[in-house]
């Protein structure tokens, strides 16, 4: 069985710019989440979809969005970009079959450098 | 807000070497507790405790969680260059679905 695919594996943009960035998960997965992780804030929960619906929000500003499509594939965006926002982009999926807490498979991560 | 400390930052050991990484937490309505490993990208699962007292083992791993003092600690024994890798701990909690918080992580160095 295939892992968590994440596409591009690394990026380079300037600040301004908009970047995309998309997770393929686990066949038969319904949950996707994303993160971030910088060498000074660890990893931080961006946001989680399921079935289409964001189910959760971190706290991170408006320039970042996301989407999940029909066949759980989901895209995140950054508008504006900022220095800041360099860092590993990784994405987990996870069955999410029932209330409890589901096992997350993590993705490569993208790796985006803003210049 | 849903904190989760880790300690030490980084270690330094060699090999066959006994460690101990710890992890406190501060949530509300605490679900679980799970420790990844992060080598190169993609951190990998290694234990989730839900109950305390319970230790989770793993070959040369193990693991055990106290709810009370809202710590967990995990534990490697006989440590291999191979265990060099970033430990995460995270947090997950009711009515938050697949939500993590994480910790910054331990960098262990394992040398020969």
């Known amino acids: 069985k295939a892992g968590v695919t994440q596409t591009p594996r690394y990026l380079i943009k300037t600040r301004g710019q908009q970047v995309t960035l998309s997770c393929s998960p686990i066949?038969?997965?319904?949950?996707v989440s994303w993160y971030q992780q910088t060498p000074g804030q660890g990893l931080q929960f961006l946001f989680e979809y399921f079935s289409e619906t964001q189910r959760n929000k971190g706290n991170f500003p408006g320039r970042f969005s996301g989407r999940q499509f029909s066949n759980s594939r989901s895209e995140m965006n950054v508008s504006t970009l900022e220095l800041g926002d360099s860092a590993l982009y990784l994405c987990a999926s996870s069955l999410a079959l029932g209330q409890g807490y589901n096992e997350q498979f993590f993705g490569p991560g993208t790796r985006l450098t803003v210049l | 807000e849903d904190k989760v400390v880790q300690s030490p930052l980084s270690l330094v050991v060699h090999e066959g070497d006994t460690v101990t990484l710890n992890c406190s937490y501060e949530v509300t309505n605490f679900r679980s507790l799970l420790w990844y490993k992060q080598e190169k990208k993609a951190p990998t699962f290694l234990f989730m405790l839900t109950s305390s007292g319970i230790e989770k083992k793993s070959g040369r791993l193990s693991s055990i969680l106290d709810k009370k003092e809202l710590f967990s600690i995990l534990n490697i024994t006989a440590t291999q260059t191979g265990d060099s890798a970033i430990y995460l701990c995270?947090?997950?909690?009711?009515?938050?679905?697949?939500?993590?918080?994480f910790g910054t992580g331990t960098r262990l160095a394992v040398r020969p």
């Open positions: 066949s038969g997965h319904r949950s």
């Open positions: 995270a947090i997950s909690v009711i009515g938050s679905g697949d939500k993590l918080t």
